[in-house]
């Protein structure tokens, strides 16, 4: 929503002004579709160039999500913490043989498929049975184990920023297109020398277009949207990193709800649960039989 209102705000704002202080419509319109063609034709083509196919298909997602949003709400968290609970507990009171039919099978799981948003984001799923897949195996070193699994997190959050990356260095190059687009401008005025000043006046104001246009999208459009679509990968990557917290804790040794308070305060303070909150919904999930 704020993102809507920002760039509705930044055309009436940028454009009232131009209005205001006597500018007209017309050299801007005339010039707007060859000047969008060379600057953007441009932009997408060493969009194209520099990226990796799995960039390029995830862009139009990336710049969705810059408008909606982190995916992970307050209960998305309160979920996660609810399912690592479950998991440690069985873990702890039940034994490793207990828990093997959860982490082999998730999406048969009964604990697993009590949080089917959690579920569904195989990076999650994978990352939580890979975790105590290794722990079943003896490999009882916690400090292996975090290398492990902030090794994994690394390589996750790289490939997660492999947009907003693309993104900032698409604006970061649309300046410079702009210029480019306006050396041309130039040079078609320089062709038309002989012409009278108020046409040549015009041609050198549409030309000028090029620039404006090759700056706006890149501060104001294109490099907003990279920086607020990364601000949210990094968001998101902390609901991550709650797992790797939980888990080693566990392997600490803690027991399973203080293990679970460990991970609740690495939760974004806008999402936490208080431990109050935190605490009922430990109450309120359900038991294995």
């Known amino acids: ?9 930044l055309f009436a704002l940028v454009f009232g002004s131009y209005v205001i202080s006597g500018g007209k419509f017309e050299v801007i319109l005339h010039a707007l579709p060859h000047e969008m063609m060379a600057i953007g034709g441009a932009g997408v083509a060493a969009y194209l160039i520099s990226n990796s196919t799995s960039v390029l298909k995830s862009t139009f997602g990336g710049l969705a999500k810059a408008f909606a949003g982190p995916k992970w709400k307050r209960a998305d968290y309160k979920d996660l913490l609810s399912l690592l609970f479950q998991l440690t507990k069985t873990m702890k009171s039940k034994g490793v043989i207990a828990l093997e ?7 048969e799981s009964t604990i697993f498929q009590k949080y089917p948003k959690v579920l569904k984001d195989h990076f999650a799923t994978d990352f939580i049975c890979d975790t105590l897949r ?4 003896n490999l009882e070193d916690p400090h292996q184990i975090e290398d492990a699994m902030e090794k994994q997190l690394e390589k996750h959050h790289h490939e997660a920023l492999g947009t907003p990356h693309a993104l900032q260095n698409l604006a970061d190059a649309l300046p410079a297109l ?40 890149a501060y104001g459009l294109v490099g907003p949207l990279a920086a607020r679509l990364k601000s949210i990968v990094d968001e998101e990557g902390a609901f991550y990193k709650i797992i790797q917290s939980v888990l080693v804790a566990h392997l600490h040794g803690n027991a399973a709800q203080i293990s679970v308070e460990i991970g609740r ?13 935190m605490e009922e919904a430990l109450q309120a999930a359900p038991t294995e039989a």
């Open 265 to 277: 305060g690495d939760i974004p303070s806008a999402a936490q649960p208080s431990f109050i909150e």
């Open 178 to 217: 702009g210029i480019v687009a306006a050396v041309l401008g130039v040079i078609k005025t320089m062709g038309s020398i002989t012409e009278p000043p108020e046409i040549l006046g015009g041609m050198i104001g549409g030309a000028l277009v090029g620039t404006f246009l090759g700056v706006f999208l």
């Open 134 to 137: 290794m722990m079943t195996m």
């Open 101 to 107: 039919s959860h982490i082999e099978k998730p999406a």
């Open 1 to 9: 929503m704020f993102q809507i209102i920002g760039i509705v705000l």
